[in-house]
């Protein structure tokens, strides 16, 4: 037979644990769907969003077809089909995804497929790995059934002969006012995911990999507090891990706003800046927003059921 003490004491976890869940249940009901993207991606945000309208269940579908959208617009040249090449003339793609469980995968330097994002997703969902890379990755691709693609448009090839003519190497700030697509997703229930693509620097060096397909570096998702994506020179991410150092700030209590600001300080205190941008966003569960960046110049999309609106993000050089 129970005792009145301890049955005094189940009563009041099973009331406090009622509250708790009544609590998160009210929480999720404030919170709606959200998109953020770097740069005027409001486009592939509202592809996003329909897949998230669906309902919760299709937060990674959000990410992915979100991605898609712009990986097969030829006139994004830092991004899937017309991207451009590196100096040898091969257009190479690196994306990664991270989904609310923490569970990641991404390729490299992958050749002939544009759709980086949805061999990345296979990688996390299909394998045992987190990085597939170069031959193994579209390798990969072919066994799940992408179809490969000349990555080369007439225009990226008319530009890189003219490269050619001096074939010259020099990252540009704010190029064309896009770059890396990185996209970040809240649902209903308060739960976040991520993804990145890009087909890195124009004229690359046959093997580089930027920081964009590193979790932690151009992705990270932590469901209990936030995800943060990057965008610009991926060198100056990839040795501060600005997304994994966002949520971790986020973690200790500060906003997205705040911690994408601290994040760029890192990165100004560290290394010459004068001729490279970085942009972060940040999103927390509750769906606030931030972003920030090196220069002026650099804007992320934020869409929601009911609008959705072109940011500028503040910058620490002005």
Known sequence: ?????????LLGASLVSQTYSSCNATERGLVGNKV??????????????????????????????GINYVE????????????RPDREGFVTLDACIMDKDGRAGSVTYLEHYMHAISVA?????ETPHVILSGDGAAQFASEMGFVQKDLMTEESRSAYYKW???????PKINVERHDTIGMLA??????????????????????RVGDSPIIGAGLYVDNRY???VATGLGELVLRQLSSFLVVELMRSGQSPQKACEEAIFRIVESTDVSEAQVGLIAMNRSGK???????????????DDKSSLLKEAPSYIN
């Not at 993207?37 to 077809?65: C, F, H």
């Not at 997703?121 to 969902?125: G, I, Q």
């Not at 927003?289 to 869409?303: K, M, R």
């Open 121 to 125: 997703r296979k990688v996390m969902e």
């Open 186 to 207: 809240l649902n209903t229930d308060g739960d976040l995911s991520g993804g990145c693509s890009t087909s890195g620097l124009a004229y690359k060096m046959p093997g």
């Open 1 to 9: 037979m129970i005792s009145r003490r301890k049955f005094s004491a």
């Open 164 to 170: 050619l003519e001096k074939a010259e190497y020099q």
């Open 289 to 303: 927003v931030g972003g920030y960046s090196i220069h002026p110049g650099f804007n992320y999309a934020i869409t």
């Open 72 to 83: 097969a617009d030829p006139n994004d040249t830092s991004v899937g089909y017309g991207g």
């Open 36 to 65: 953020v993207s770097t740069w005027n991606n409001q486009k592939a945000n509202k592809v996003a969003m329909e897949q998230l309208v669906r309902g919760p269940q299709y937060l990674l579908d959000a990410i992915e077809k």
């Open 226 to 228: 936030g995800a943060a």
